[in-house]
């Protein structure tokens, strides 16, 4: 390792490690898709309603039309008795006028005939006839969706940067858009390093351990709409890090896990600080602090620690925000238990969620895998900050 005094920043917050990786990210610029390969993109523009929904007054169930005046008085012991003139079926609405004492036969979606102002439902009317219906009960407001009522023709309905999930897809459709402008996909070179590392499925020999991380880092990039281009794994040594790194060219950043600590063989850390360029190295968090952010002739490096919940928490904290431009989600629960405190680090503990309290997981290890896999929800607890049982703390969902 360098003996050299550093000239880059150490310790750096977790806020800053994530702004200075995403001052580093080139802007990928936008293309247009369709919507049906949009989902867990990022909407590029903003996106309006080429129509109302609903286009006109609606019925939100099946019943009947009719003036909302009639219906006051009715109720069960003495039912209200109207003129059945036609029928609103949705697609073939009631071209007439219903009056006084009048109704329709109206079913869900089908447009308010001209006159009426009130739905009554199946369930409050008995045939009197095949001309006359009996009604039990007063419409009520709710069962009629007014025009526009869930958007308006040329309002704008989602935002700029928003990603596509399932619902946004199906609000695109309904605005009226077949395709959408979509932030292009970062390509992400992703490498794993470690002599010790070794692909699942084939034998394990004793000090070797199954690659977990580029797993879970390529399904978690994924999972954030990149693209992914994989380097595979790389043994501890100067060398064949540099070649393999040399190969990351075309992609916009190259993701590395592992070899960035204190120790001897943590060979990507010196390829940096020696023959690259250090924007920080070590972030004030627990678990994942030695995290190093570089570049090698001028593709930008993000080194995550090789702990296993280190890097997944690293990745989810500071470079998913980073590469979405969408800040990490958090809840507001209150501590079942105390949460332990470090005076200079920000902590992610594991915690697991029971009828709306978060509470402490037993083993919080930076090499226990399953705390994640268990628990899904990270507590945060800032710098310095006390979290005794009863307070209200924010979790993180990953
Ligand atoms: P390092 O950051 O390279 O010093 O690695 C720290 C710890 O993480 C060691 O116990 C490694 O064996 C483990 N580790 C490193 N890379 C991986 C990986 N890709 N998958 C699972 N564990 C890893
Ligand atoms: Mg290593």
């Known amino acids: 390792m360098t003996s050299r005094r550093p000239d880059f920043p150490m310790f750096v917050s977790v806020s800053e490690a994530r702004k200075m990786l995403a001052a580093l990210l080139p802007d990928p610029g936008q293309e247009e898709v369709p919507l049906a390969g949009a989902r867990g993109r990022a909407l590029a523009a903003p996106l309006a309603a080429l129509v109302s929904h609903p286009t006109a007054t609606e019925s939100a169930l099946d019943g009947i039309a009719a003036q909302e005046e009639d219906t006051l008085s009715a109720a069960p012991a003495s039912p209200v008795r109207l003129r059945v003139v036609g029928e609103s079926r949705a697609g073939a609405p009631f071209e007439g006028t219903v009056g006084p004492g009048e109704c329709v036969r109206i079913y869900t979606g089908a447009p308010l005939p001209q006159g009426a102002d009130a739905i009554c439902p199946v369930e409050q009317l008995t045939d009197d006839g095949e001309e006359h219906v009996l009604l039990a009960r007063p419409a009520s407001p709710g069962d009629v969706r007014p025009e526009g009522g869930d958007f308006r023709v040329g309002e704008t309905v989602l935002e700029a940067g928003v990603p596509l999930t399932p619902p946004r897809v199906a609000l695109a459709a309904a605005l009226g858009h077949a395709r959408v402008p979509v932030r292009r996909r970062l390509r992400v070179a992703l490498l794993s390093t470690g ?118 928490v690293v990745f989810h904290v500071i470079v998913r925000p980073a590469l979405t431009g969408q800040p990490v989600q958090t809840l507001r629960l209150r501590a079942g238990t105390p949460f332990r405190t470090l005076p200079d680090k920000t902590a992610f503990w594991r915690a697991t969620i029971r009828d709306g309290q978060v509470y402490d997981y037993p083993k919080q290890g930076s090499g226990v895998l399953r705390s994640l896999s268990d628990t899904g929800a990270l507590v945060v607890v800032p710098e310095g900050v006390r979290v005794e049982a009863g307070d209200d703390v924010d979790v993180v969902l990953l």
């Open 195 to 312: 002599d010790e590392v070794v692909e699942p499925g084939g034998p394990l020999s004793p000090g070797q351990v199954y690659d977990s991380n580029r797993y879970g880092l390529h399904a978690m990039l994924e999972e954030c709409g990149c693209e992914v281009v994989p380097l595979g794994h790389a043994p501890d040594s100067p060398q064949a890090l540099q070649e393999v790194v040399g190969r990351a060219g075309g992609a916009d950043v190259l993701l590395t896990s592992g070899g960035v600590s204190m120790g001897r063989y943590d060979f990507m850390r010196d390829l940096l600080i020696e023959h690259g360029r250090v924007a920080f190295w070590k972030v004030r968090m627990r678990p994942g602090g030695p995290a190093l952010l570089g570049g090698w002739n001028g593709l930008p490096v993000f080194g995550l620690p090789g702990n296993p919940v280190s890097s997944l």
